[in-house]
């Protein structure tokens, strides 16, 4: 399964952004696309996640609330809708695709496909 982000960009505080992730394949349950964030000098921390089976949605205690994610009819697409973004937020955001048990949903290290990435900057 290959990955591709897009949609970072520039964004001030308070403001909004979606971020998308493409899959080559059509994602069937079983599979969970996640999105992860890495700022500078920091490590990757879980946002986000989609379960494919049943279509459950997790968040991250720091953007819940704020953050959507969601995917398409076409089940190739994940996104990541981006409100209220405050400084804070500002981060690579990686999407990630893989088989975790629901218990390891927000470990990195439990998916095999990852996407390049995508800059996300927050300023005035």
């Known amino acids: 399964v290959r990955l591709a982000e897009s949609g970072g960009g520039l964004v001030q505080p308070g403001g909004s952004l979606r971020l998308s992730c493409a899959s080559s394949?059509?994602?069937?349950?079983?599979?969970?696309t996640t999105w992860f964030r890495q700022g500078p000098g920091k490590d990757r921390e879980f946002v986000a996640a989609?379960?494919?089976?049943?279509?459950?949605?997790y968040y991250a205690d720091s953007v819940k609330g704020r953050f959507t994610i969601s995917r398409n009819s076409a089940k190739d697409t994940v996104f990541l809708q981006m409100n209220d973004v405050k400084t804070e937020d500002a981060a690579t955001y990686y999407c990630?695709?893989?088989?975790?048990?629901?218990?390891?949903?927000?470990?990195?290290?439990?998916?095999?496909?990852w996407g390049q990435g995508t800059q996300v900057t927050v300023s005035s």
């Open positions: 989609y379960r494919w089976n049943g279509g459950y949605t």
């Open positions: 990630a695709a893989g088989r975790p048990v629901l218990s390891a949903t927000t470990m990195a290290r439990m998916y095999t496909n």
């Open positions: 394949e059509r994602m069937v349950s079983g599979y969970t």
